[in-house]
């Protein structure tokens, strides 16, 4: 399990990294990192899976005020 988790995380890296989502690309490569060093420890992923949903959370809140902002009349 811990493997697909860190061939996913890998994925989304390389993609966030190119719309800029900085955040979460590192937040991945964390992810990564620690799958690496623990192959077989799917528990070590529970804390840097959720920086990863942290940062999935901040893109979208800080992507809606945007979109929010956009839809207010001038």
């Known amino acids: 399990a811990a493997a697909a988790v860190v061939r996913a ?6 993609s966030a990294a190119q719309v ?3 955040g979460l690309a590192e937040a991945c490569e ?3 990192a620690v799958g690496r060093a623990a192959p077989d420890d799917a528990r070590a992923l529970d804390e ?3 920086a990863v949903r942290r940062a999935v959370a901040a893109a979208l809140a800080s992507a809606d005020a ?3 902002a956009a839809r207010a009349p001038l």
């Open 9 to 14: 995380c890998h994925a989304i890296k390389s």
């Open 20 to 22: 800029g989502a900085l």
């Open 30 to 32: 964390r992810v990564e």
């Open 48 to 50: 840097p899976l959720e």
């Open 66 to 68: 945007t979109a929010a």
